[in-house]
């Protein structure tokens, strides 16, 4: 079964940066598109990003596009994503998950997420 | 604001039936597949229902999809205590170029 985990969050000030990494294992990870969704405290699901298994195609949500970089590195079964001028906004919890059906599928597996805040 | 339109809560008795509405637009709904996530307290959300009308391995048969021009809808059967959750529809969008959620319905077992 498809196991994802994530790591790289925690308290950052404004304005600076942090990358997200998300460790799978259980399944094919170069056939499988991966994204990254929030959810900020007491909110909400926010979709953040999504990028193709071979990594060629990449989407972002208007609220992080210049800011994040959603990447991966198959060799390594890891996907990551580089926040940079971050907000107070950008504080959530952050989920990787696998989607089926590439990048515009569903997200059948889902991480534990990890927390990032962003305060001075 | 979200894209997608639920109700902020719903409710019911144990073993009642209750209904969660989605609504969306041309390029979401009206032209993708919807899907359903479930969200315990305090847990990462799960998938629920996929392809509009699917239940993945282990997701009990009293969840049921349905989709309808730009809307969608969850039904839960025999509702039970352990479904009390967050429960969230979503699906891609032609005109946004990524994916879009719903805000979300508490549902409340009484």
């Known amino acids: 079964e498809a196991q994802l985990l994530e790591s790289g969050g925690g308290l950052v000030q404004p304005g600076g940066s942090l990358r997200l990494s998300c460790a799978a294992s259980?399944?094919?990870?170069?056939?499988?598109?991966m994204s990254w969704v929030r959810q900020a405290p007491g909110k909400g699901l926010e979709w953040v990003s999504v990028?193709?298994?071979?990594?060629?195609?990449?989407y972002y949500a208007d609220s992080v596009k210049g800011r994040f970089t959603i990447s991966r590195d198959n060799s390594k079964n890891t996907l990551y994503l580089q926040m940079n001028s971050l907000r107070a906004e950008d504080t959530a919890v952050y989920y990787c998950?696998?989607?089926?059906?590439?990048?515009?599928?569903?997200?059948?597996?889902w991480g534990q997420g990890t927390l990032v805040t962003v305060s001075s | 604001q979200s894209v997608l339109t639920q109700p902020p809560s719903a409710s019911g008795t144990p073993g009642q039936r209750v209904t969660i509405s989605c609504s969306g637009s041309s390029s979401n709904i009206g032209s993708n597949p919807v899907n359903w996530y479930q969200q315990l307290p305090g847990t990462a959300p799960k998938l629920l229902i996929y392809?509009?009308?699917q239940r993945p391995s282990g997701v009990p048969d009293r969840f049921s999809g349905s989709k309808s021009g730009t809307s969608a809808s969850l039904a839960i059967s025999g509702l039970q205590s352990e479904d009390e959750a967050d429960y969230y529809c979503a699906a891609w969008d032609d005109s946004l170029n990524g994916h879009v959620f719903g805000s979300g319905t508490t549902v409340t077992v009484l």
């Open positions: 259980g399944f094919t990870f170069s056939s499988y598109a």
């Open positions: 990028i193709r298994g071979t990594g060629g195609s990449t």
């Open positions: 392809s509009n009308n």
């Open positions: 998950a696998k989607v089926y059906y590439d990048t515009s599928g569903y997200f059948g597996y």
